[in-house]
Every structure is written in structure tokens, then in C-alpha cells.
């Protein structure tokens, strides 16, 4: 077990609606990125955030959106809703605010399957 | 374009055998190497970080590789046991940018 938590661990909407996903950091860790991982790909990198400001952003629509929590937890938002959406979602946190430069390893949450029908 | 491509896409062997898996990567400028395993339905784990200057590490029954010059690594299995079993993700990061490139994964069967 990596210390780090996510939830809910499975979740269904429907196309248009809007999702919330949470997540828990290792405790001591103050940076969190978000991964989206489908089907038989690796994860593909959403945003970074270190000390509630955003720290990085991959290539997503403005439409994902993020938190970061004094107490370092987060939530990722997902506005509208689309077919595509349907993946496991992964936070990972590390220490350090660690940018992929750097060594800090990452532990990642067991992740959230959503599925959009 | 940053690239990280692994190979083969999955693999089976027998429990006890050995194998090895490929990660070529265009990150650059490179900064550090990483070798995740994921279970069905789990978030991926750390198996191994390696940089620049370094060009073998071992956890375990694990042990990776990097060829910095021909931006090349890998990841040698030996032993094999069945919980094993899973999917083997290379991450390469760049010491200039805001994240890490991810590998599409190898996937991993050992059969008894």
C-alpha cells in the first residue's frame, strides 16, 4: 500500500454530466499529479499541482480542472462529460514539489474507473 | 515529440523463467528513467529510478538497465513467480518540462 487513496473507486455517468474524483495524498507529500490511464495505454498526464497552485498541465481541455487542499488532498472536476472520458483516473503524490525533473519518486492511488455511457 | 515506446507489447513465459523488457525513449534533455509495475486494476508501483550517470540498479528479482546513448533501457526479470504477472510501464522525464512521458506498457503473463 502506497498511503495514497482515491475516491469513489468506480463510478458511471452519463454523456453532459460533470464528475468529481478525490484523492488523498501519502501523508508529508505536498505534490499531486493527475493521470488518465485507458485501456491497455499507459497513464497519460492531466496536471500537477504543488502547494495548491497548478505546477504543470498536460494536454487537456480547459474543461478538467483541479484543487489542491491546504491539507494536500485534491479533487480533479470533469465539466461535460464525454464517451472518451471513460478511463481509470490516477493521483499520484511525492514530496518536494517535484517536477518530473526531479528524482522524488511518486506513489500513486489505486485510481478511479469511470465510465461514461 | 517526446516518445517513449516499450516492447514487446505482452509477453507470456513459464514460472521460473527469465525475460527482459525493452524501453526505447526521445525524451529530452533526460534527467531520469523509471520502471513502474501495475496490476490488473491497481495504481503502477516503483520498481526502479535510474539517472544520467547510472547504468544498472536492482530491486529484487528486478534489474534495469540504461544505455543513455543509444536512449535505451531495460527491465530483467529473473525467476519469474506467477505474481509477476502484470503490466511493466517505463517513464522517462526530461529535466526541462512539467512531466513525465509514459510508456504505453508491457504486459506480463507467467503461467504455471
Known amino acids: 500500500e502506497t498511503g495514497v487513496t482515491q475516491s469513489p473507486t468506480h463510478l458511471i455517468k452519463t454523456r453532459g454530466q460533470q464528475v468529481t474524483l478525490r484523492c488523498s495524498s501519502q501523508s508529508g507529500h505536498n505534490t499531486v499529479s493527475w493521470y488518465q490511464q485507458a485501456l491497455g495505454q499507459g497513464p497519460q498526464f492531466i496536471f500537477q499541482y504543488y502547494r495548491e497552485e497548478e505546477n504543470g498541465r498536460g494536454n487537456f481541455p480547459p474543461r478538467f480542472s483541479g484543487l489542491q487542499f491546504p491539507n494536500y488532498s485534491s479533487e480533479l472536476n470533469v465539466n461535460a462529460l464525454e464517451l472518451d472520458d471513460s478511463a481509470l483516473y490516477l493521483c499520484?503524490?511525492?514530496?518536494?514539489?517535484?517536477?518530473?525533473?526531479?528524482?522524488?519518486?511518486?506513489?500513486f492511488g489505486p485510481g478511479t474507473r469511470l465510465l461514461v455511457l | 515529440k517526446n516518445q517513449v515506446e516499450q516492447s514487446p507489447q505482452s509477453l507470456i513465459i513459464l514460472e521460473g523463467k527469465n525475460c527482459t523488457l525493452q524501453c526505447n525513449y526521445t525524451v529530452s534533455p533526460f534527467s531520469n528513467l523509471r520502471w513502474y509495475k501495475q496490476d490488473t486494476g491497481r495504481g503502477p508501483v516503483s520498481l526502479t529510478i535510474m539517472t544520467f550517470s547510472e547504468n544498472t540498479k536492482s530491486n529484487g528479482r528486478y534489474t534495469a538497465t540504461l544505455d543513455a546513448d543509444t536512449k535505451q533501457s531495460s527491465l530483467h526479470i529473473t525467476a519469474s513467480q506467477l505474481s509477476d504477472s502484470a503490466s511493466y510501464i517505463c517513464v522517462v522525464s526530461a529535466t526541462n518540462a512539467g512531466k513525465s512521458t509514459f510508456g504505453d506498457g508491457t504486459t506480463l503473463t507467467v503461467k504455471p
Open positions: 499520484a503524490s511525492s514530496s518536494g514539489g517535484a517536477t518530473s525533473g526531479s528524482q522524488e519518486t511518486q506513489y
